[in-house]
C-alpha cells in the first residue's frame, strides 16, 4: 500500500516467506500493482550462506528452495524468481551444480510460465558470491539453453563488479530480464553517486530494454523523506 501511495506501479520482494500468501495476494489485488520478483532464500545466514543453488552437495536443498519460490509466486501471481547463486570456490563443481539446478527451475518455470533470473552480486557486498559478471551470468544461460532464464542486471552491482555498465547492458540485452538501481558507492536513492540515471535509464529504453526498473537501494534516512527522486523520473 506504501508503495502504491508513493507513486510506484510495481513492486519486488527479497523474502515474503513469512507473510502468508493469500493475505499479500489481497494487497496487490487491492492496489493493483504486480509483484515483479521474489528470491529463493539464503540458507543458513549464521553460517554466511548466500544461497545454494551453485552448491556442491545442496542439491536437494536448493531445489527445495526452489520449489518454495515457486509455489509463493504462483500463489501471487509474481512472474520472476530470483535463484540465488551461494558462495563457492567458482570452480566447475560449482558451475555444474548452478547449471543442474538452474535446469531443474527453467523446466518448472516453463510449465507455469515464469521466468528464472540471475544476477552477478559485488564483492564487497557479498563476498565469494558465485556469479561476479555480466558475462559469467550470459555464459551460465547459454550452456543451459533456456529462454526461461534471463539475468537480473542491476547497476549498483555492476558498476562495482566491472563499469561499463551501459555498453554492457547495451551488449547483453538479449539476456536481460530486470533492471534495479542504486546509487554507487552507497547503495543509496538514485539521485546521487557516480552513475547518472537520469540520463542513463532513458538510454535503456532507447536500446529496447521494455521492462521495469527497481529501485532497491537502503535511503540515507527514511523512505519517505528519500522519495523526492521520484520527480526527476
Known sequence: MAAHNAGFNAVECHWPYDCDPQQLKAVL??????????????????????????????????????????????AIGCANIHVMAGVTDQSKAADDAFQENLRYAAQIAET???????????HRD???????????????????GSDRIKIMFDFYHIQILQGDVLNRFNSHLPFIGHVQIASVPERAEPDRG???????????????????????????????????WLVDY
Open 126 to 144: 557479498a563476498p565469494s558470491y558465485h556469479l561476479q559478471s555480466v558475462e559469467a551470468a550470459t555464459k551460465t544461460i547459454s550452456a543451459i
Open 29 to 74: 489485488d487491492q492496489t493493483g500493482l504486480p509483484m515483479l520478483g521474489l528470491n529463493t532464500r539464503r540458507g543458513d545466514l549464521s553460517a554466511g550462506e548466500n544461497g545454494l543453488s551453485a552448491v556442491p552437495g545442496r542439491e536437494e536443498e536448493a531445489r527445495a528452495h526452489i520449489d518454495e519460490a515457486v509455489g509463493y509466486a504462483s
Open 112 to 122: 507455469l510460465d515464469l521466468s528464472i533470473l540471475i544476477e552477478p552480486l559485488n
Open 194 to 228: 557516480e552513475l547518472n540515471y537520469v540520463n542513463l535509464i532513458p538510454a535503456l529504453y532507447e536500446a529496447g530494454y521494455q521492462g521495469y526498473i527497481g529501485a532497491e537501494y537502503r535511503p540515507v534516512s527514511d523512505t519517505d523523506s528519500g522519495l523526492s
